[in-house]
């Protein structure tokens, strides 16, 4: 696997890839307050045939903070433009896991002739279920002095039982710049993920935990998209069962190729 830094335009991005060929190419978006080694062994493992790429979000892991404090859905698209430019993906799966969804979705919404199909794993339940208060409270807790604390807490609780994977994504948590974990947190609690989702009319699938589905789950905000729920350790299932979900990204992947 290779490591490159691609300049976004709001600084420096560091970003992971392994293989090459003619295949069509799989990018990785990781989740907010994570990093993209989180999906290091999947891509590892979609390299053996195609080029797979994931990049740190702004803020995240090795790459620079937003020079301009923009840690929205949208601000992080254009990392996604970035690093998409910069590798040469002219057309390409784009493949995210849990906050980076929304990331995935603004960026296909907008480029919708390069992105093949998105297939989002345990995307984020629509947080207007949630009353007003607690979403205010909650990004007010993170943008404070606590606010790594909270994190790692709310981390711990639904990264599962493999305590190998609690401890992965807790410390990666504090890679995060304080500026990109507050601006993550206030991105997702003012979320209405009904017009892009409406927006996005080319091929999608999501992949949710038990914990996730839910009345409020993406698949249920929009009649007939394709899902499936699969029993899991916690939220960060491509870390606890890389294997399992390399086939499933495989699948939707192989049936993107066929219909090209």
Not at 77 to 82: I, K
Not at 146 to 153: A, C, D, I, T, W
Not at 196 to 202: N, P, Q, T, V, Y
Request: net charge neutral.
């Amino acid at each position: 696997m290779k490591k490159a830094y691609v300049r976004g335009p709001q600084g420096q991005l560091s970003v992971i890839e392994s293989g090459r060929g003619s295949a069509l190419p799989v990018l990785f978006l990781h989740a907010d307050s994570g990093r993209a080694a989180q999906w290091g062994e999947v891509v590892e493992r979609m390299g053996h045939d195609r080029l797979a790429v994931a990049f740190d979000f702004r803020g995240s892991g090795e790459s620079e903070p937003a020079k301009n404090d923009d840690y929205s859905f949208a601000g992080r698209a254009t990392d996604v433009a970035s690093v998409a430019d910069v590798g040469g993906l002219a057309k390409f799966a784009l493949v995210a896991h849990s906050g980076g969804s929304a990331v995935a979705l603004e960026y296909a919404v907008a480029h919708p002739e390069r992105v093949a199909g998105l297939f989002l794993v345990d995307p984020p339940t629509d947080p207007r279920a949630l009353p007003k208060a607690v979403r205010d409270g909650f990004v007010r807790d993170l943008a404070g002095p606590r606010g790594l604390q909270v994190q790692k807490e709310y981390y711990r609780s639904i990264a599962g039982s493999n305590a190998a994977v609690s401890e992965r994504v807790v410390a990666d948590c504090q890679t995060v710049a304080p500026a990109a974990r507050a601006g993550f947190g206030a991105a997702l609690a003012s979320w209405n993920p009904e017009p892009i989702l409406d927006a996005w009319r080319g091929a999608i699938f999501i992949l949710a935990t038990p914990a996730n589905d839910n009345q409020h789950a993406l698949y249920r905000l929009r009649e007939g998209v394709p899902h499936e729920v699969i029993a899991s350790l916690g939220h960060w299932v491509q870390l606890d069962e890389p294997a399992r979900v390399e086939l499933l990204i495989r699948r939707f992947v192989q049936q993107l190729e066929f219909k090209a």
